[in-house]
């Protein structure tokens, strides 16, 4: 797309396709001419890896729920004749579910690359807003899929996430009343989600469409987030990205593989395989490991926020801790005006990969604060670790432009490839700041 | 790329190593809490780590042991747990004949119709049967046994897996750990003691068992002894062995395709490693031009 288009149909039926309907032309220009940055290291496979993790999921859902009853007394039961009786069954749900897993590990993998590698700075702003988007389908649509087999943390997790939506002033129940089907959770709701859980999947494959357009308009960043400067910077599509990405993705099915067929259940919670029942709350209601940190975020907020002095509350320890955890999300959009810094890699920025790192332990921490129960010494750490989440991006981030003095980059991908390859290629560095950039 | 990739891996396991340094240490000051009249977690006791014939990557059901396993659960838990998504045809794994199956089925009566005149009726249970339980409904079942409900059994051994804590649950993905629920069964099998500890009172009714993964006692009595059956292979029943036999037996009713999806796991990942082995010599030399 960024470019002019190479392809150049053989055969008569090409020809004729070419002028009428160029689709050949589109996958040619998208996925075998298409230039890519030299120098990608192996973190940028996991779009890759992403798109064959949706069409994954969307195959083995696709023939799940040609087996699926979606009745509140008879979900529970098909899936588990599901993986009993019908053949492949075992393995087709255990990839399902293992599956949704290792997305969000891909997925994790891809949005902290993005971080580190400053993937969201001018002019690819919209490209990650698109991400944070998919990321949000990503989650609606897992959190739906888990409740679908009916089990007790399906059951009660169902009812704690609906219960969010009531935090909402004054349209809060009627909200929660709609998504339910009802004023609990039941056979309605399984069915709403199952329609949801359907349809969501098909959604994400339109923004992930978009967010593969907006790529190939701004073309992809690289590690030494200098763009692309001339021909020799770049190299085809095909075959060097087609054949990296696929020995990266066959390594990463090998770790899943592990999962699905030697410890399916690792994944998962024990308490799903007892069938939904609303009578009987387990002890732990804890979501799936992905949401942990969110959940870690929610239950930190455990304090009404009011004017001080007064008995007046403005909002409510619930509805804070909710507003917390949607803002650890809606964050993300704004990350790309967040960080002042016109520096890209975090190769060229000493203190911004400091904190990355922190961060990024940060978030691990935070994921396992999730998996504790909300008593004792978890709560204070709840809290600090809630605080070092947002103090990243609504302080450091921004500071950071101003403070940071950035190392010298390099002139153009290819002297820092061919300066790595100690080939003797040029030296000269340009734009090598030695004071913190001025701002205002 | 290679050394770009290192240096990840370092930085990540250097992250790795002090958050979980700061999580050991925010696990002591948890004890530390508790000690002071925390909240109490149970189970009390972490369940007894057994060997079994169906744990790591070549593991599979023993058949003889699970054969036992089926008449310990025949004659003693049968009494009071169903095993609802299991059927009699099912038992073929266990290495009966169709005659055998026909047979055990059989000695079970389950109610079918209605027949031409409109009316239900009783027959012998048939291979393509549910197992039958032992009480027509959960209602008849919680009254039965004092307002407990013994839960059902077909998937037990996948439904109870009390928690591995920190850093125990990392190793796990290592070393194949996933017989946390057969550990439990066999645990809170074998685990009840002579008397409650001193200090600790157990409710008229309950009984105490410090593996019992929701509080300190529960509404089952101590179901095991030894001799309690009669082997048909001549193995000594002794508790501990009926013990192993039956959580054998309900590991293998909750996952009765184990042995194929660890034979299936073995030809999967052999053939990707063979696969990413070739892509990895494609690559290098489709690369071998490009510096990068």
């Known amino acids: 797309m960024s470019g002019h288009s190479t392809y150049n149909p053989t055969t008569g039926f090409g020809k004729f396709m070419d002028s009428r309907l160029p689709i050949a032309r589109l996958i040619h220009d998208s996925f075998v001419s298409f230039p890519v940055p030299r120098n990608l290291n192996n973190f940028y496979t996991f779009g890759g890896i992403l798109m ?15 087996h699926f009853t979606p009745e509140s007394t008879m979900a529970f039961d098909s899936v588990h004749l599901l993986r009993r009786d019908v053949s492949y069954g075992n393995t087709l749900q255990s990839w399902h579910a293992v599956g949704a897993s290792m997305f969000f590990v891909a997925v994790y993998i891809h949005i902290f690359r993005g971080l580190y590698y400053g993937s969201y700075k001018a002019p690819r702003e919209v490209l990650w807003i698109l991400g944070v988007v998919i990321y949000l389908l990503m989650m609606a649509t897992a959190f739906m899929g888990y409740v679908l087999p009916w089990g007790q943390m399906s059951y009660w997790g169902a009812q704690v996430i609906t219960n969010f939506f009531s935090a909402i002033p004054l349209v809060g129940d009627t909200v929660r009343e709609y998504l339910l089907g009802g004023y609990a959770v039941g056979n309605a709701t399984l069915n709403r989600f199952f329609s949801l859980h359907y349809l969501l999947p098909f959604m994400i494959a339109g923004i992930v469409i978009l967010h593969v357009w907006t790529l190939h308009v701004t073309g992809q960043t690289n590690p030494t987030g200098v763009e692309v400067k001339s021909k020799q910077d770049v190299i085809p599509f095909t075959p060097y990205a087609t054949v990296k990405d696929a020995f990266a993705m066959v390594v990463f099915m090998i770790v899943m593989c592990y999962f699905v067929f030697f410890m399916p259940d690792y994944l998962g919670h024990a308490d799903n395989y007892i069938m939904a029942n609303p009578l009987k709350t387990p002890a732990h209601i804890v979501p799936e490991w992905y949401f942990l940190p969110f959940y870690a975020v929610l239950r930190a907020v455990d304090f009404n926020i009011g004017i001080p002095f007064t008995e007046i509350v403005l909002i409510d320890s619930k509805l804070g801790g909710v507003l917390a955890m949607f803002g650890a999300i809606a964050v993300l959009f704004f990350v790309p005006w967040l960080d002042t810094s016109d520096v890209r890699s975090a190769n060229y920025r000493p203190m911004y990969k400091i904190f990355f790192w922190l961060f990024v332990a940060n978030a691990v921490f935070l994921g396992y604060l999730g998996s504790r129960p909300a008593e004792g010494i978890w709560i204070p750490l709840m809290k600090a670790s809630t605080f070092a989440y947002f103090f990243h991006f609504l302080v450091i981030m921004p500071l950071l432009g101003w403070f940071e003095k950035p190392l010298p980059r390099p002139a153009s991908i290819t002297d820092a490839v061919l300066a790595k390859a100690g080939n003797g290629g040029s030296s000269h560095i340009e734009g090598a700041t030695a004071e913190p950039q001025s701002k205002g | ?140 079942a919680i009254s039965a046994n004092n307002g407990a409900l013994p839960p059902d059994m077909s998937l037990l051994a996948k439904a109870r897996a009390p928690e591995r804590g920190f850093p125990t649950f990392i190793f796990d993905i290592f070393t194949m750990y996933a017989e946390n629920g057969s550990d439990y069964i066999y645990s809170l099998l074998v685990g009840y003691p002579e ?45 501990e062995q009926q013990a192993k036999d039956v959580t054998a037996f309900l590991a293998w009713a909750a996952d009765p395709n184990l042995n194929d999806r660890k034979q299936r796991g073995f030809i999967v990942i052999l053939f990707l490693l063979i696969f990413a082995g070739l892509l990895y010599f494609t690559k290098k030399k489709v690369w071998s031009d490009v510096a990068h």
């Not at chain 1, 064959?52 to 040609?66: E, Y």
């Not at chain 2, 990739?5 to 930085?11: G, H, I, L, Y």
């Not at chain 2, 006791?45 to 057994?50: D, G, L, R, T, V």
């Not at chain 2, 600790?200 to 929701?214: R, T």
Request: glycine content about 8%.
């Open chain 2, 195 to 239: 008397e409650a500890p001193d200090g600790v009172e157990v409710q008229d009714g309950l009984h105490y068992n410090p593996y019992f993964v929701s509080g300190s006692a529960l509404a089952m009595a101590p179901p095991l002894s030894d001799e309690l059956v009669e082997y048909d292979d001549g193995t000594k029943a002794t508790m």
């Open chain 2, 1 to 140: 790329m290679k050394t770009v990739f290192t240096k990840f891996a370092v930085r990540i396991s250097a992250v790795l190593v002090a958050s979980s340094l700061a999580v050991a240490g925010s696990t002591l000051s948890l004890s530390a809490a508790d000690e002071e009249g925390g909240t109490v977690h149970y189970p009390l006791q972490k369940p007894m780590e057994q060997s079994w014939s169906f744990s790591g990557p070549f593991g599979h059901y023993d058949k003889a042991q699970l054969q036992r396993g089926l008449k310990v659960y025949t004659e003693v838990c049968a009494a009071c747990h169903s095993m609802r998504l299991l059927s009699y045809r099912n038992l073929g794994d266990l290495g009966y004949s169709e005659q055998q199956i026909k047979n055990y089925a059989a000695e079970y009566d389950v109610i079918d119709g209605p027949n031409d005149d409109g009316e239900m009726f009783e027959r012998p249970a048939k291979p393509n049967d549910r197992f039958k339980g032992p009480y027509a409904n959960d209602k008849e």
């Open chain 1, 52 to 66: 064959v993790m949706l069409v994954s999921q969307i195959v083995t859902g696709i023939v799940i729920a040609m």
